[in-house]
């Protein structure tokens, strides 16, 4: 027999298959998780996590915390097939950059940003590993928890490297911030904003204090 709580869980895990579908139909674009590519590409640290997909609702909520501008250029570390960088690419933006280790997940992402409707700013996906791209360009960093401590680590260090001696703003957006503790080693930033808004994951927006 089954519990409610069974039954409640199978619910949401409709819904939320239910809201992935509809939001790629209208965006003509295919960012469902796929099982079948689960198979990782380790980065230079060796702490890769398997590819995942947040919600839609996850990620425009997180759009509408940091209010971005149109002269900002975004940033996705670890695109996988590119489901955030879509959501951004429709607001009007400098640019927006999918950073995407597996050669297989770049390639979906590069084929929705052609396809995506409703573009109003340029996407360009780069299938590289996240240590080795060039940050100076960016001016909010999204990411959906895609490494762990050792390469966030070394990506905080790369940001600062690039944005402090010129004292570029940076914002960096946090979504399942399971390493969130490596953030204190960095007081050049500031967490700004630490919420979990119903439907969605728990979402931590740090900025720059210059």
């Not at 700013?121 to 960093?141: C, K, Q, W």
Request: a positive charge; aromatic letters at 10%.
């Amino acid at each position: 027999m089954c519990t409610m709580q069974s039954i409640i869980k199978n619910i949401e895990g409709s819904a939320r298959y239910l809201e992935s579908n509809l939001w790629d139909k209208w965006m003509n674009v295919e960012t469902r998780h796929s099982d079948g590519l689960n198979k990782m590409t380790q980065g230079k640290k060796g702490d890769s996590l398997p590819f995942q997909t947040s919600a839609h609702y996850t990620i425009r909520k997180a759009i509408k915390l940091i209010q971005s501008k149109c002269d900002d250029t975004v940033i996705e570390l670890g695109c996988g097939k590119g489901r955030a960088v879509c959501h951004f690419a429709r607001l009007r933006l400098k640019k927006v950059i999918g950073i995407e280790i597996s050669t297989e997940l770049s390639e979906i992402a590069k084929k929705n940003a052609r396809q995506l409707r409703g573009r109003r700013a340029p996407i360009e996906i780069r299938n590289m590993d996240v240590l080795s791209a060039d940050f100076s360009e960016g001016s909010i960093f999204y990411m959906f928890n895609p490494f762990g401590e050792k390469t966030l680590r070394a990506v905080l260090s790369k940001i600062e490297l690039s944005h402090k001696e010129i004292r570029k703003q940076a914002t960096i957006v946090y979504i399942n911030p399971l390493f969130s503790n490596i953030f204190n080693d960095f007081p050049w930033l500031e967490k700004t904003q630490d919420v979990r808004i119903y439907g969605s994951l728990r979402t931590m927006i740090y900025t720059t204090k210059y």
